[in-house]
């Protein structure tokens, strides 16, 4: 009977592990065995072995799995589309086509994928073609934004503006969405932006979102890239001193960037001096203020081209700690090695802010609580730690609305400063104690960075 050849054959496989054809009836299909190797089964799409992970099953399988299934087969990409007139190319003759650049950039870019497919690198294609791996990267990825913009159905006219030479300026633009790479690239060629350009667009355009909160920010418009970059004129101009050629300028070309009416109207008003809303004490106030204050943004030294490597001194100490920080920071070789003048424990990396880079011998005094600088009000600033960046370079207190660094016995009531031995103090308060001289001018006060977005410090909040 067949329920009881059934179980004989069930039995027979669990407890002798291999399979004994005669013993079947002629329904059933014989378990080939993963130790024997059967001859007159070897051109036949048998079932594989079963895995030792799988539970056994009492019933064999009425139809084999397909033989071309692989639970552990290696990942292998598809090989990448070209061009139509480059399919029939051997390997030799794509490398003749990337060596001497036969045909437009976007057109021969796909090339290098398919040479990596087949086991080259890019050193090995860059000794044959003179390609550096720089420029693979660049080709390479400049074609997949190239082709996005296409996906996206940008202007034609648009996109063949970049068949010439456009590659580097479509790369820039590779971390941006789809929608903003397709409004970065029209502006792009609007302007006619050469790569730096359009590399400052991309990180306009990027870094506008995350200034929600910062002054005049609600007056430019996120979906336009020309006043993301306005944005970022506008605010890099409260970095420089009020009034200076580097603040007008930099205020000049927030306004020649700007796309909206109420941007550009922001931007008048600071040129006009009139700093935004409030009345004409308000506007006295601001244009005493020479110091910015900046809240650092998460992951902001990593994306910023430049940066600054400076001592750090702590409030606590005295003068004594400010005096012995080393003076000379330099990059060297072809890694940027950053080289002290001598061995300093703490330090800090700030991005290449306009108020720090021409400064000579920075120092940066950490103080653990906010509330210790010269504020007006004290509203917000809470337990907050901050960074003061000084200049040791200038140290005549000449500004009776400057900042500058002394020691807190300079000041009038013979050592006020919260219980620290340094301290910030007006220009004008200290000619009054006969003070000509500090331990350096106050350029930049750094806040920490925060993960929720709260309100900026504005100009008049200082004394």
Known sequence: MLSLALINTTHTHHHHQFFNPT??????????????????????????????????????????????????????????PLPSQFRSLDTAGRLDILANRLGLWFEYAPLIPSLIQEGFTPPSIEEVTGLSGVEQNRLVVAAKVRD???????????????????????????????????????????????????QDLARAMKD?????????????EYKLPGDCLSFMYYRQSREHRNPSEQRTSALEQALTAA??????????????GKGGEGDGKEREVQGGVRVPVVRMKMGEVAEASSVVVLPVCRAEEREREILEAPWGCKSQGEFGVVAAEKGWAR?????????????????VVAFPDARVLPWKVNRWYKDEAILVVADRGRKEVVEDEGFYMVAADADADGGGGGGYGLKVERGWRLKEMGVGESLGTVVLVVRPPREEIEDQLSDDDWE
Not at 260 to 265: D, F, L, M, V
């Open 23 to 80: 013993t079947t009836t002629t329904t059933l299909k014989p378990l080939t065995s993963p130790f024997l190797h059967h001859p007159h089964h070897h051109h036949s799409a048998g079932p594989r072995p079963i895995s030792a992970s799988l539970n056994p099953s009492p019933l064999i399988p009425a139809s084999p799995p397909p033989q071309q299934q692989r639970v552990y087969q290696p990942f292998r990409p598809p090989p990448s």
């Open 148 to 198: 996005s913009l296409i996906q996206s159905q940008t202007d034609p006219d648009v996109v063949a503006a970049f068949d010439l030479g456009g590659a580097e300026l479509l790369y820039e633009i590779r971390l941006l969405s789809a929608a903003q790479r397709s409004a970065a690239a029209e502006f792009i060629v609007r302007n006619k932006f050469d790569a730096k350009g359009a």
């Open 208 to 220: 506008f979102p995350r200034r929600r909160g910062d002054k005049g920010w609600e007056k430019f």
């Open 259 to 272: 796309e909206t009416e109420k941007a550009k109207g922001v931007i008048l008003e600071e040129l006009e």
């Open 347 to 363: 330090w800090v990396a700030l991005p290449g802010w306009e108020s720090v880079l021409g400064m000579s011998g920075g120092v």
